[in-house]
């Protein structure tokens, strides 16, 4: 299919949303909160690196790899992205051993049942001292269902990476203001307002939606920030030297 100058902008606006994505992207400050945290980190992903739970791979342009490998879980939607690389059952990478300098995992392990499972799997595939850029929510509604498993807070994420044998070397928390609760509230009336007309969900967007934003960015400007309130965990971490997980 060809992308048109507006289907590409209308998509670039659903992950990397700018003023625009305040008035039509119901999940502006998720997303733009992922995107902003994200980019100082993506320079730590060189060389060879593995996109798990890729997706439509929509960090791929800011990421300096030499290679870019996605990979998915096997079903009919990842198919019909056409976007990974190599497929999985849900349990194993079809991947040798410390194959990869560095792992991109976002907004994934909130859907493994078996996360200390998953981070051995992530763990075994990177190199020696192979980074690791992972995104997880910490508040969120339930989604993907019955796929759904957790939420994290910041501290259970650290004990479980260390115990998984990573090194937490940089922890963040994306809109840890007014934000996450107007991206909270725009999230609820998506889901209770959305149809399968994209013209009316438009119109619904512009006039439920976008004011719910709009007062979301004024009060995160004026109000103090909490840090005990946020949307997601952001972290890089690399594969510790020392071999076994905890």
């Given at each position: 299919?060809?992308?048109?100058?507006?289907?590409?902008?209308?998509?670039?606006?659903?992950?990397?949303?700018?003023?625009?994505?305040?008035?039509?992207?119901?999940?502006?400050?998720?997303?733009?909160?992922?995107?902003?945290?994200?980019?100082?980190?993506?320079?730590?992903?060189?060389?060879?690196?593995?996109?798990?739970?890729?997706?439509?791979?929509?960090?791929?342009?800011?990421?300096?790899?030499?290679?870019?490998?996605?990979?998915?879980?096997?079903?009919?939607?990842?198919?019909?992205?056409?976007?990974?690389?190599?497929?999985?059952?849900?349990?194993?990478?079809?991947?040798p051993d410390g194959r990869f300098d560095g792992v991109l995992c976002s907004q994934v392990l909130e859907h493994v049942f078996a996360p200390e499972a998953f981070l051995a799997e992530i763990r075994r595939?990177?190199?020696?001292?192979?980074?690791?850029?992972?995104?997880?929510?910490?508040?969120?509604?339930?989604?993907?269902?019955?796929?759904?498993?957790?939420?994290?807070?910041?501290?259970?994420?650290?004990?479980?990476?260390?115990?998984?044998?990573?090194?937490?070397?940089?922890?963040?928390?994306?809109?840890?203001?007014?934000?996450?609760?107007?991206?909270?509230?725009?999230?609820?009336?998506?889901?209770?307002?959305?149809?399968?007309?994209?013209?009316?969900?438009?119109?619904?967007?512009?006039?439920?939606?976008?004011?719910?934003?709009?007062?979301?960015?004024?009060?995160?400007?004026?109000?103090?920030?909490?840090?005990?309130?946020?949307?997601?965990?952001?972290?890089?971490?690399?594969?510790?030297?020392?071999?076994?997980?905890?």
């Amino acid at each position: 299919m060809t992308t048109t100058p507006l289907r590409a902008r209308w998509r670039r606006e659903q992950f990397e949303p700018g003023l625009l994505g305040l008035l039509v992207n119901p999940f502006y400050f998720a997303r733009h909160g992922l995107i902003e945290t994200l980019r100082p980190l993506f320079r730590e992903l060189t060389g060879e690196v593995l996109d798990v739970g890729c997706g439509s791979k929509p960090y791929r342009a800011h990421i300096p790899a030499t290679q870019y490998v996605g990979l998915d879980v096997d079903n009919a939607l990842t198919r019909s992205l056409g976007a990974a690389d190599v497929f999985y059952d849900g349990k194993f990478f079809p991947l040798p051993d410390g194959r990869f300098d560095g792992v991109l995992c976002s907004q994934v392990l909130e859907h493994v049942f078996a996360p200390e499972a998953f981070l051995a799997e992530i763990r075994r595939v990177l190199r020696p001292g192979g980074s690791l850029l992972l995104t997880v929510p910490a508040m969120w509604d339930e989604h993907e269902q019955p796929h759904d498993y957790g939420r994290y807070t910041s501290f259970g994420l650290r004990a479980l990476l260390e115990r998984a044998g990573f090194e937490v070397i940089v922890q963040r928390k994306s809109m840890a203001d007014a934000r996450a609760v107007a991206q909270l509230a725009s999230a609820w009336l998506y889901k209770v307002v959305v149809t399968r007309n994209r013209w009316v969900n438009l119109a619904t967007q512009l006039a439920l939606i976008a004011p719910v934003n709009v007062a979301g960015a004024v009060l995160g400007a004026v109000l103090p920030g909490n840090e005990d309130f946020y949307l997601d965990n952001v972290v890089w971490a690399k594969k510790r030297a020392d071999g076994a997980a905890r």
